[in-house]
């Protein structure tokens, strides 16, 4: 019973056009050409490498794109388990006429070329969109992104500050930095001033939120000008900062990015818990894990000094939800965001789903984001989504608490997309 | 199949008269008078802030009863989908014969009136216990309590230390404590024989538990009375305690009071994980929060040091359940107690429940308790409880394990009731 | 419907006859003799203590078996609930023709009775094997075991080394050191030539893992045979070493062991997060517990430094499981190992199973173990491994991702079996 009505909920929730509050696509090239730029979709080549492949395999220099995805394929039948996969599997079946449950050597090279063929149509990239029930979708600039040559009411900005926050002693950075605001920061006033440059650009242009991930050690507290600019003297020089050199820094920028969230009333995305580079010689982008030891009692402070701003907060490990359902539960300020990376397989996100939707107010959750890098991924990530939101829906409300189908897909469409609207202002 | 044999097995345990081990019901003042004592649950009022209400509007200075109401209701369709809001429908649908699922701008004003006549009512007390199926209820009393003028058979005393273990360096405490003993404490000997004082005028009422909320980073420890004294003087002094001097201040009073539940053979109920004032501008009662990064491994001397003194033991994180459930299943002494606060939600209740029933004594498990401020709300607690707990029994016993339905009954029974008078006495 | 599936998968991969991949079976007497043996196992002895039996009256010296059993079956009662007692219903039933479905005091007599004429055939041991469907059983080595006398094929020899790494500061652990090896070891050096030549004489008798487990405190990196010296030094004279200096010996010992898994082509079987004797006082082996408050990002150094090696690895809390997934899914050279101790019920077995099933590469999961000290115990506890591998392989797999039945199966076999066989080569 539970499965047929969950079944027939998740129906409706698919006719919901949505809009992706988070992902890494490029405006100026949102779609995939060729199978070799899905399948080089980190989890695709990690995963690859994790089962056995060598790096070197994966990553030579000078790969065609055919024989990349030739090589990729000899690894899935290790994987075709995992929900990655699915997701694979799931989109060549959706936009490509693929009509088998397992891509192998025997069936990849006609779906290549079949595939090719579709993604070169000139309407590729709005036929997806279209498919995927898609209509606008929140991108992941860098601080020194032009934001020009694209619609950004489709493609929406975000400003990523990572590199601003953990990455300022790195003199590209402060290259960047300076190229993009004309503004060479000889100190806490002029990097603040610097700051604010950007959140004028990025203003101008629609941003919808600042965003940064964080390591699990990270804990936010205001710095002042003095003390930061007794680290940034050092920072300048060139020197190699102390630890704790390197925290005032990395707080003194992410205590101003705060404090123009709160001028430009930008919410601030906050991706916490990852641990860069863990295996530096992992393949690309498949270096970086996480320590769980983490508590967002370590943003105490900042959840207390700006109840103006929007904090929808992503965790890394599973066992953060319930910290994140409390602190939504109790501080104003804080919103769930969706399920990120090594959460966002369905075990996990269906016992996170259910403690968000039992005790979360119901109009400060930001349901999923497909954190994708071309646009074939939506439909699979969406629909992944769906299908364990309709689960939770199904048992947890419509049996457990006798709602009517109808009230529980108006729940569903507001974690869907209502609340992307009202938290981002979009 | 498993929903209708849950449910069959929730009729059968809802016709169990229980007992209450735990709640912060005022015996002079135990049941509602109206809505707003029902809905000033801090559980609606900090919801209703969470979701965007400012905490002015909620608890103005001299709001008259049907205002507060009113104003909380139209934060309601932001928190129908909690499962606190879903207990006060139930409530209201049980005692006041409400007859909506949703209480709403258009509806609340005559269930506000019909609610107010069946609680004028004068046997509306006994009305609602019985209806609720609840005999005895354990109480949380304040150290200097007089325990006058209520029956201690129904009303079950229950000695709350926290303000002794954590507050002592506060005037007004040591003051009450001067006043309900007779003795102003000098020093660790002086100190000791006050609390002594205390579990005698408890025990002479009946008191069946000694219990306390503690933060994540307590760890118990015996600490002489020399090393005591030494910080106490400061204390005494007026000075501010240094925290190694306020942790052994605690660390004192606390293995005290655990040395005299020895001598008054008291369970001593541990409610671990709280942080307190995590959110200062919160609404009342809705500004504590947790940091998850807490184990049992910290309370290990006290185990091992009281093996005569029964610790009943509430965790807030979820994640504290394994070891809760390990430390159960290897010391005699520690038992499983409910589902606390953050944890109290079927999510995590169902989760924490089936690892319970799977690995600890049954005869070392109280199900659950509900914490409630007024009696109305025991009903609809224990409800969610007993929906939880059935379908533990269905899935995992009658269907996995083939029990009878009897046996399964038989189990939830003494989880429900029987375990809370062997390991209370009561 | 997905119960009557999953049941169908179980029968199906009932079939399969498995390689147990960790036990600690004394090959000399593999199989119990009398009840006696079987209920003494840890787990009845801790459960039946921490339900209220007195230590003294389970562990009395000189009980013989009839009256030990018929103690134990006192706290039966109180246990009949926890899945370790379902343990041993079971193997009753399957090998006993016991037909009640409890132990009680008024027929476990007559069990006993049967059971003993049953187990005192000379061909038990391969009856119960046969029965059970396993056909070859990993051992437990101590580091100076002569593995002489059994048959190695049936009984795989695998290299127990918590002795060596946590306790060489006892002068009896570097007696058999000496005796094992004939090299008395007199700094790093000499110690790494003693520990070459323990893996010459396990790898010519067809080890196929080393194996340790590891405190949450543990975090290996390498140590200079300098630095190792030193702390070797005091260690030789007796002094009682610094907790530096304990942990430098553990870690150069770690880290040699290492190398020689290097050399000698073998998995390393890491048990992650065990704290011994946290209740002294406990019965014999159920003493131990742990603080779930560990990381992988320990092994970080150790994960990067040998590719080359394996590391099957197990978790003790339940929480660290998804760190287990999410490093085993990066990092080549991790493993996820079964389900150890206080993670091994099925409450955990099975959210652990999902989130493993969905993203760890299908070749990288060892399934299952049944850690038995006697052989009657692999029947019941892979009995309760595939119940729940067949529920999930039914609900994420056949039911939400439409494979095959065969297809599930086949990815159940390999789990259960065919990944024994490549990751340790046998």
């Keep these: 019973m539970s499965e047929l009505l969950a079944s027939r909920l998740c129906d409706e929730l698919t ?7 988070h992902t890494h696509i490029n405006p100026h090239s949102p779609a995939s050409k060729t199978l070799a730029d899905i399948m080089g979709y980190h989890y695709y080549t ?5 089962a056995g492949m060598p790096k070197s395999y994966i990553e030579e220099p000078g790969l065609d794109p055919r024989t990349k995805v030739g090589r990729l394929v000899e690894s899935l039948s290790n994987l075709d ?31 290549y070329d079949t595939s090719a063929a579709k993604m070169a149509e000139p309407d590729w990239e709005d036929q997806c969109l279209r498919q995927s ?8 600039n860098d601080f020194d992104d032009p934001l020009e040559g ?14 601003l926050v953990f990455h300022l002693g790195k003199p590209e950075v402060r290259a960047r930095l300076a190229k993009a605001t004309g503004i060479d920061f000889v100190g806490g006033t002029t990097l603040r001033r610097a700051i604010g440059k950007l959140f004028e650009h990025f203003s101008a242009k629609g941003v919808r939120a600042c965003a940064i991930s964080l390591p699990p ?11 930061a600019d007794a680290a940034l003297k050092l920072l300048l020089k060139g020197e190699s900062l ?29 991706m916490i818990g990852v641990n860069r580079r863990v295996y530096p010689e992992g393949v690309f982008q498949g270096q970086d894990l996480f320590d769980q030891r983490v508590s967002l009692i370590q943003y105490q402070t900042l959840f207390n000094a700006f109840p103006q701003v929007k904090f929808p907060i992503s965790v890394l490990a599973q066992i953060s939800n319930q910290e994140l359902v409390s602190y939504s539960w109790i501080f104003p300020n804080v919103y769930t965001n969706a399920h990120w990376w090594y959460s966002n397989i369905p075990a996990y996100i269906e016992i996170d789903t259910k403690a968000r939707l039992q005790a979360v107010p119901r109009n400060k959750q930001v349901g999923y984001y497909s954190d994708m890098y071309k646009l074939e991924f939506a439909w699979p990530k969406f629909s992944m989504y769906r299908q364990c939101l309709s689960r939770v829906l199904a048992q947890d409300f419509v049996i457990a608490r006798r709602w009517s189908e109808e009230q529980a897909l108006s729940f ?12 981002f202002g979009v």
């Design 15 to 21: 006719k919901l056009v949505l809009i992706d509050p």
């Design 46 to 50: 990690e995963l690859a490498h994790s």
């Design 81 to 111: 388990n995992t929900i990655q996969v699915s997701w694979l599997v799931e989109l060549c079946r959706k936009f490509f006429g693929f009509n088998d449950d397992r891509i192998t050597p025997a069936n990849w090279e006609s779906l």
């Design 133 to 140: 029930g898609i209509e606008r979708v929140f991108l992941t």
């Design 150 to 163: 694209f619609d950004t009411h489709k493609y929406i900005p975000c400003l990523r500050t990572d590199d």
């Design 217 to 227: 050690s990270f804990a936010p507290v205001a710095v002042t000008v003095n003390e």
């Design 242 to 270: 102390s630890p704790e050199d390197a925290t005032t820094v990395s707080r003194f920028v992410f205590w101003t990015l705060t404090e123009y969230c709160v001028e430009y009333k930008l919410p601030f995305d906050l």
């Design 412 to 423: 569903g469409r507001q974690v869907l997309r209502g609340n992307v609207e009202t938290i």
